[in-house]
């Protein structure tokens, strides 16, 4: 009887443990039905989930139809092509487990191994090249894979190539955290004091060039117990932030163009964890002023500005865009775009070897008055500002303009519409968010050296 008693109370015991865990494992699966219910995921697809890298929702989708996974859109792009542009290194691996095709190739004659090897993406190109991507394909240029690896100056890649044996290279190892153990000369000798070393307290998120001369560096926290994250650059200290398992420093000081080694240390009670990583700051100056040059007169007139740092075109009037809560735009700034996009094309032509992207961003203010909670704002406010750079983009590609007309083939490859909800607000100088200037549109370029 005491046995029978005893079996009854263990399986009891992990019914319920099991059930637990089913209840945390549909967790995200209802939540997303749910936003689903609510119209928000209706035309959220997995190319949406790609370009905004969204490991979620592209899990999500890929639950629900895993035969997208190599559908082509009107550009011959697959999530995988986006993935490989946009240099989102964790969905192209879960595309690539999920069976996406890794030398389908899109209307301009490019892989997603092009794209990788021309904008530098180093980590991107490995992992394409240990999943068997051909490296004999040429773009409309005539260009290999290995001819971008050169011009680029991307050793690893140069040498997976030139290699007999590219699987020697395709060890399960994240070198990325693991560059020179005396990046930086930093004594950390003096900041270990009692504690013991820990190689799994943190991670850096990847980065290899950087269009910004005051950067934010961001990583993972591994383990919940971190006190705290510092990071080292050129002899400076810079305190973290930590919020939701990530950890961000901004650098307010700033940076030339150039290669730069950066040390994080991490620490909790009884242990230490230091991590190495190296990236590049490229800002193309001459564009930036060729930009000024051209606009200066207009910004007052159009309440845009141009920040130097960041190559960003950025319009502060959003009732000049876009009526309250409106997805169509303002007859008044088609006519500013009518004007502007012509030009700005015209200038950024001169540099389009340099130019990888031109994100159009739809940016938004945390608020969304019909919304019951903070996930569900957010994710109406993605809607939103996705719609509303979409129809931008189509916008532009309709002005009738010689300068757009004669361009629109590198408009296509090159212009994106990216929506950014409320991630990127802008903040008064009390910390608090502006609702008005967080409501905006961004033309925001991407560049590499040439």
Known sequence: M???VTIFIVGVFLSGCMNVEKNRQLTLKDNLLKTNELGVL??????????????????????????????????????????????HLEIAKILIENGALVNSVDKFGDTALLDSTRNAYTQMSKLLLCNKAKSDIKDKYGFKAFDYALKTNDQLIIKMLESKNINSFCENKDKTNDVDENINNIDTASLVENLQVQKNLIKINEYYIINDSTPKICGKILKNSIDEV?????????????????????????????????????KNKNFIDEKNSTFSIHILNSLYEALYEEFEDDLKNWNAQLDKQTLTFRFLNPQAMFSYGSLELNEK??????SFIPRYIETLYKYKDQIVNVLIQGHTSSEYSSAKSEEEKFEKNMQLSQKRAQNVYSF???????????????????????????????????????????????????TVPK
């Open 42 to 87: 209706k035309e959220m697809n997995i190319y949406d989930a790609a370009r905004i890298n969204d490991i979620e929702l592209l899990n999500f989708l890929l639950l629900q139809n895993k035969l997208d996974i190599n559908k082509k859109d009107r550009y011959g792009y697959t999530p995988l092509h986006l993935a490989a542009r946009f240099n």
């Open 2 to 4: 005491k046995l029978f």
């Open 230 to 266: 510092k990071l080292y650059l050129n002899g400076m200290e810079f305190e973290s932030k930590i919020e939701n398992n990530t950890w961000c420093v901004s650098i307010d000081k700033y940076l030339k163009n150039g290669d730069y080694n950066i040390k994080v240390v991490a």
């Open 396 to 446: 532009i590609k309709s002005i009738e303009d010689k300068r757009v007309k004669d361009n629109i083939i590198w408009i296509e490859k090159n212009f994106f519409p990216e929506g950014k909800s409320s991630l990127e607000t802008i903040k008064n100088k009390d910390g608090l968010e502006n609702l008005e200037l967080s409501r905006r549109v961004e033309f925001k370029i991407q």
């Open 333 to 338: 700034y088609k006519t500013i775009l009518e």
